[in-house]
């Protein structure tokens, strides 16, 4: 016990070299296992005769602990430092992605910077805008205000005429209709405007002035009169001298006609005439 020694004294014996059993497990009464390198060396005498054999038991249980411990510590530094190589690893990984993302980063806010930077440019040429839109809308209103009195004087200048007025675009259709001319036929400014002339159902033959005011639009005449039998709007007859003129634009353009109507009494001249000179003048009161 704790080995069989036979086999390693025969050897020493037989003159071979000192005989080394390393780690062997011997158990204690305590129930522990205690190990032992155990040595079978000579004993030699005079001349070189062995005399016997000397067996020690060395017990190596502290120190085959500690190589047990440090090799555990050793496979656990190893562990640790594939667990820390890993973790150097997706250090550099997650580095690297930082990177990446403050670049992304750097970019977007570069990109940011220039869009900021269109923003205020397209803010200024908003602002100029605004401005050009606000001085436009001032000239607007201020030229609204003049066309309005323009216009107001227009009509109080159409309804203190004593004759009535009407304005006809080239499509002969109604653009002015003065009062006299609504106390003439009975039909309101508002229920005329935009309607054809010729299609008026009114107590004056207006088919009969369409040769007349198609020759002032034509430019084949500048002044055209004929006198004829109509019906005022309370029924009764009268004789209606009617003029026809141009309407000239700012560019000396034939942009219309120009109607002018009135009662005419005492007259001589045959009712139903045209062009210049085809009638006489009525007399007026």
Not at 173 to 183: F, P, T, Y
Request: negative net charge; charged residues 30%.
């Amino acid at each position: 016990r704790p080995v069989e020694l036979r086999a390693p004294i025969e050897q020493v014996l037989a003159g071979e070299p000192p005989v080394l059993i390393p780690q062997v497990e011997y158990p204690f009464s305590d129930g522990e296992f205690h190990i032992f390198d155990v040595h079978v060396a000579p004993l030699a005498g005079e001349g070189g005769v062995p005399l016997g054999v000397s067996i020690s038991f060395a017990d190596v249980t502290p120190f085959h602990r500690l190589r047990n411990d440090l090799q555990e510590t050793n496979q656990e530094l190893e562990t640790a430092f594939e667990e820390l190589q890993s973790t150097n690893e997706e250090m550099e990984t997650t580095n690297e992605e930082l990177q990446s993302t403050i670049e992304e980063l750097e970019t977007t806010n570069e990109e940011l910077q220039s869009s900021n930077e269109e923003l205020e440019t397209m803010n200024e040429e908003l602002q100029s805008t605004n401005e050009e839109l606000e001085t436009i809308n001032n000239e607007l209103h201020r030229r609204t205000t003049e066309l309005n009195n323009v216009n107001a004087y227009m009509t109080s200048i159409l309804t203190s005429l004593r004759a009535g007025v009407v304005v006809l675009d080239r499509g002969l259709d109604i653009r002015v209709w003065n009062r006299k001319a609504e106390d003439l036929w009975g039909l309101r400014s508002g229920e005329v405007a935009g309607q054809a002339f010729q299609n008026l159902d009114i107590g004056l033959p207006v088919e009969r002035l369409k040769p007349a005011v198609r020759a002032c639009l034509d430019g084949r005449s500048d002044f055209e009169e004929m006198v004829l039998d109509a019906v005022n709007r309370r029924g009764r007859a009268i004789r209606c001298r009617v003029a026809v003129t141009p309407f000239l634009g700012d560019a000396r353009e034939i942009g219309g006609a120009v109607v002018v109507m009135e009662e005419w009494r005492d007259g001589n001249a045959a009712p139903g005439g045209g062009g210049n000179g085809g009638d006489r003048e009525p007399a007026r009161e």
